[in-house]
């Protein structure tokens, strides 16, 4: 895939069943909370849990403090590490061993 472009499609499909293992690398301290994943927003000086959550059976997630949302987890990893939707996408796969 480093060769040409990435096909976003591909990649979530890639990505089944490594949801909560990319979830958990992205944001280790969080907890499950119903079908939701509950974190602090390391993007800002978040300090009690319950604004930053991620849907567990869509990956949709939000900030509700901030209006900050995102349709999947490869928009979740850009926001969190500050890098572009592309670069979080391969960044995703080379985590998985698929460069």
């Known amino acids: ?3 040409r472009k990435i096909d976003f499609q591909e ?3 890639f990505m089944r069943g490594y949801e909560g293992a990319i979830l958990y690398r992205l944001l280790p301290h969080g907890k499950k909370q119903g079908h939701e994943y509950v974190s602090l927003n390391p993007t800002r000086h978040d300090h009690s849990l319950g604004s930053f959550r991620i849907n567990l059976n869509t990956y949709k997630w939000a900030d509700f403090a901030t ?4 349709g999947d987890l490869i928009s979740l990893w850009a926001y969190v590490r500050g890098v ?3 670069q979080a996408a391969k960044d995703i796969l080379a985590l ?3 460069h």
Not at 67 to 70: L, P
């Open 11 to 13: 990649v979530k499909a």
């Open 84 to 86: 572009t939707n592309l």
């Open 67 to 70: 209006g900050d949302r995102g």
């Open 96 to 98: 998985l061993g698929r």
């Open 1 to 3: 895939m480093a060769s």
